[in-house]
């Protein structure tokens, strides 16, 4: 079936550092694909999509580019600031919405 | 528009009682979704609706959990008996039916607590 893999957090970095984390999925069928945020105590919001294979999703400098031929959809951003601490999750929407395990980052002063 | 509603916040039962969550999703959207989220195993999907109807129940652990949907404006996840693995947030989350993929609207989740 179909599944989503992202890597294992935590993931500390300093103020104005890069950030990636890594996605790939698995599916039958041709998804779009999200990134998901989740502060705490609270539900996930959606940070960005893209729909199609070569679609670069982007909010808040955060930015996501879809491909299809190494089934990946990595998050970036250039300078991460400590207000973007928090769980990412990837996910995709084939016939149903299907998300990986979270990715906790925390950004130090 | 609220968002989805979900209630109650937090929950502390004992276990083997009946636990029952709820859920309103954004008037006109046509998917529900049940997670559950636990730091082992993530967010879980558990369940899913379209128009009212369940598509995938696939993700339900057991038969001590069932969920509903008897109108477009509300949902029930019920567990019965309750047990302390059970212990989890749960979330509900509503979508507009779009053959691309839409963006999935979530409660802000039910913090189950069973001892």
């Known amino acids: 079936g179909d599944s989503v893999t992202q890597m294992e957090g935590p993931v500390t970095l300093s103020e104005e550092a890069f950030l990636t984390i890594n996605c790939t999925y698995t599916a039958t069928g041709y998804p779009s694909l999200f990134w998901y945020v989740q502060y705490p105590g609270e539900g996930l919001q959606l940070l960005l999509k893209?729909?199609?294979?070569?679609d670069k999703g982007s909010n808040k400098g955060f930015e996501a580019t879809y491909r299809k031929e190494t089934t990946s959809f990595h998050l970036e951003k250039g300078s991460v600031q400590v207000s973007d601490s928090a769980v990412y999750f990837c996910?995709?929407?084939?016939?149903?919405?299907?998300f990986g395990k979270g990715t906790r980052l925390h950004i130090l002063p | 528009d609220a968002g989805v509603i979900q209630s109650p916040r937090h929950e502390v039962t004992e276990m083997g009682q009946e636990v029952t969550l709820r859920c309103k999703p954004i008037s006109g959207h046509d998917y529900l979704f049940w997670y559950r989220q636990t730091m082992m195993r993530g967010l879980e999907l558990l369940i899913y609706?379209?128009?009212?109807?369940?598509?995938?129940d696939s993700g339900m652990p057991e038969d001590r959990f069932s969920a509903k949907m008897p109108n477009a404006s509300f949902s029930t996840l019920k567990i019965q008996p309750s047990e302390p693995r059970d212990s989890a947030v749960y979330f509900c989350?509503?979508?507009?039916?779009?053959?691309?993929?839409?963006?999935?609207?979530f409660g802000q989740g039910t913090r189950l607590t069973v001892v």
């Open positions: 609706f379209n128009n009212n109807v369940p598509i995938d």
């Open positions: 996910a995709l929407w084939d016939d149903k919405i299907i």
């Open positions: 989350a509503s979508t507009p039916d779009s053959p691309w993929g839409t963006e999935a609207f």
């Open positions: 893209a729909t199609k294979a070569d």
